[in-house]
């Protein structure tokens, strides 16, 4: 098997037990770290030199919806009622498989120049089983780790996801399944307990959307019936009630927060906030590319700035002044985008950290400064020198591998031609 050590960086490894940020080497084997640490032994390795150069875990957008890139930026002065009628509404039934296939690769192509290694693709325009395996196939192409949460499109609150297409989805290496199902907000008790037992009997992360309301009746029967869980991870949780943030992180279960569609559609405030006061942390998705830019490292800076606006108002509105002392660090952002993504997937045994034993996924930063942590989380894709995931480069020298992007672009402008028309003004 093929070992690397990557010599001289700046390494973030997000580990608890390490500093914030160290001089050290990282020793790849195969697909595995094997080690990370000053002056590790080059025997047997191929030696690169990143000296100059930040070395972090891969970051991890947990919520996007990949099937939508080929609409880039058509919804940018949508709300959240704008995006349901137009998108879902209007546009969503004339997807064709191929248009699934080209929006997934792209859009994880476009995720693995950002330095986005794992992604959470949350795929719910799944009309027959030909969408399903074409954009399955389009995840897989792109050479990014994958988790395919199988969506539905919108339907009767009281129909049962169809486990059955669950169950017949092939797994990998670099890809693992869960189940993107309406949740209690857009369900019938009923239909939402039956949704979290499945996913529960099959030890799948069960992922929900959940924003502009309180939570309704379905929410008690799943507490009720004992299915909140680590395996639960609730998106977005705007209108969620402090008392219902607290339920579901003492159950384990995680949130994301895709915070700039959040606060530019209309969902609410992101839950930010509510969550470390509880002594707990988001995960960061970016939504979809139709409304949203697709760069995670944005996300973690507008939910940290938006959270340290509120911070300083509340203490503002407490003592006549700003707070003299930051509320939150650059550190903890960036633990929302790694470490927490991971978690909220079911990945943080594999991903979101660098140390012994974890998969080799992790991003090489051209540049350095005298707060390593800051520079990784001001980072853009021009700054994304190299991607690796397991063990693989998938970005070097600011260039993505073994992707005909021509071609790409050219079936995506294609797929953009199809859908448009459909799209209302």
Same mark, same amino acid.
């Given at each position: 098997?093929?070992?690397?050590?990557?010599?001289?960086?700046?390494?973030?490894?997000?580990?608890?037990?390490?500093?914030?940020?160290?001089?050290?080497?990282?020793?790849?084997?195969?697909?595995?770290?094997?080690?990370?640490?000053?002056?590790?032994?080059?025997?047997?390795?191929?030696?690169?030199?990143?000296?100059?150069?930040?070395?972090?875990?891969?970051?991890?957008?947990?919520?996007?919806?990949?099937?939508?890139?080929a609409l880039r930026g058509v919804g940018a002065d949508w709300t959240l009622a704008d995006y349901l009628g137009?998108?879902?509404?209007?546009?969503?039934?004339?997807?064709?498989?191929?248009?699934?296939?080209?929006?997934?690769?792209?859009?994880?192509?476009?995720?693995?120049?950002?330095?986005?290694?794992?992604?959470?693709?949350?795929?719910?325009?799944?009309?027959?089983?030909?969408?399903?395996?074409?954009?399955?196939?389009?995840?897989?192409?792109?050479?990014?780790?994958?988790?395919?949460?199988?969506?539905?499109?919108?339907?009767?609150?009281?129909?049962?996801?169809?486990?059955?297409?669950?169950?017949?989805?092939?797994?990998?290496?670099?890809?693992?399944?869960?189940?993107?199902?309406?949740?209690?907000?857009?369900?019938?008790?009923?239909?939402?307990?039956?949704?979290?037992?499945?996913?529960?009997?099959?030890?799948?992360?069960?992922?929900?959307?959940?924003?502009?309301?309180?939570?309704?009746?379905?929410?008690?029967?799943?507490?009720?019936?004992?299915?909140?869980?680590?395996?639960?991870?609730?998106?977005?949780?705007?209108?969620?009630?402090?008392?219902?943030?607290?339920?579901?992180?003492?159950?384990?279960?995680?949130?994301?927060? !895709?915070?700039?569609?959040?606060?530019?559609?209309?969902?609410?405030?992101?839950?930010?906030?509510?969550?470390?006061?509880?002594?707990?942390?988001?995960?960061?998705?970016?939504? !979809?590319?139709?409304?949203?830019?697709?760069?995670?490292?944005?996300?973690?800076?507008?939910?940290?700035?938006?959270?340290?606006?509120?911070?300083?108002?509340?203490?503002?509105?407490?003592?006549?002044?700003?707070?003299?002392? !930051? !509320?939150?660090?650059?550190?903890?952002?960036?633990?929302?985008?790694?470490?927490?993504?991971?978690?909220?997937?079911?990945?943080?045994?594999?991903?979101?950290?660098?140390?012994?034993?974890?998969?080799?996924?992790?991003?090489?930063?051209?540049?350095?400064?005298?707060?390593?942590?800051?520079?990784?989380?001001?980072?853009?894709?021009?700054?994304?020198?190299?991607?690796?995931?397991?063990?693989?480069?998938?970005?070097?020298?600011?260039?993505?591998?073994?992707?005909?992007?021509?071609?790409?672009?050219?079936?995506?402008?294609?797929?953009?031609?199809?859908?448009?028309?459909?799209?209302?003004?």
């Amino acid at each position: 098997m093929t070992r690397l050590l990557l010599r001289g960086a700046q390494v973030i490894t997000m580990a608890p037990h390490r500093p914030g940020s160290e001089r050290a080497d990282v020793l790849i084997d195969g697909d595995t770290i094997a080690a990370v640490g000053d002056g590790l032994d080059p025997t047997g390795a191929e030696v690169v030199d990143v000296a100059d150069r930040i070395v972090l875990p891969g970051l991890v957008n947990a919520h996007l919806h990949t099937w939508q890139t080929a609409l880039r930026g058509v919804g940018a002065d949508w709300t959240l009622a704008d995006y349901l009628g137009r998108l879902h509404g209007a546009v969503a039934g004339r997807y064709r498989p191929e248009d699934m296939r080209i929006g997934t690769l792209a859009g994880a192509l476009s995720q693995l120049d950002r330095g986005t290694t794992t992604l959470g693709d949350w795929c719910h325009n799944t009309p027959t089983p030909e969408h399903t395996d074409a954009a399955l196939d389009g995840l897989r192409a792109a050479g990014i780790r994958g988790v395919f949460l199988h969506g539905t499109p919108y339907s009767a609150a009281d129909a049962a996801h169809p486990v059955s297409e669950v169950d017949r989805l092939p797994r990998g290496p670099l890809l693992t399944v869960g189940m993107a199902v309406r949740g209690p907000q857009l369900s019938t008790p009923d239909a939402a307990v039956a949704d979290f037992r499945a996913a529960a009997e099959r030890g799948l992360v069960v992922s929900m959307h959940q924003s502009g309301g309180a939570p309704g009746p379905a929410w008690a029967a799943v507490r009720a019936a004992g299915l909140l869980g680590p395996g639960t991870n609730v998106v977005h949780g705007a209108g969620l009630t402090e008392e219902w943030v607290k339920i579901l992180v003492d159950a384990g279960a995680s949130i994301t927060c !895709t915070p700039e569609n959040e606060l530019g559609q209309g969902h609410g405030i992101p839950v930010t906030g509510q969550l470390l006061r509880l002594g707990a942390a988001p995960s960061l998705g970016t939504d !979809t590319d139709a409304v949203a830019p697709a760069d995670v490292l944005s996300a973690a800076r507008i939910a940290l700035a938006t959270q340290r606006g509120h911070d300083h108002e509340r203490h503002r509105q407490d003592t006549g002044s700003f707070a003299l002392t !930051t !509320t939150i660090t650059a550190k903890q952002a960036l633990t929302w985008a790694t470490t927490e993504g991971a978690r909220a997937l079911g990945l943080d045994g594999r991903v979101g950290r660098l140390e012994a034993g974890m998969q080799a996924d992790l991003v090489v930063i051209d540049g350095s400064g005298p707060n390593p942590l800051a520079t990784a989380l001001y980072a853009g894709a021009g700054d994304i020198e190299a991607v690796m995931v397991a063990g693989r480069w998938r970005k070097r020298d600011h260039e993505l591998l073994d992707a005909d992007l021509g071609a790409v672009r050219e079936q995506l402008r294609r797929s953009a031609a199809h859908l448009l028309p459909h799209v209302p003004a």
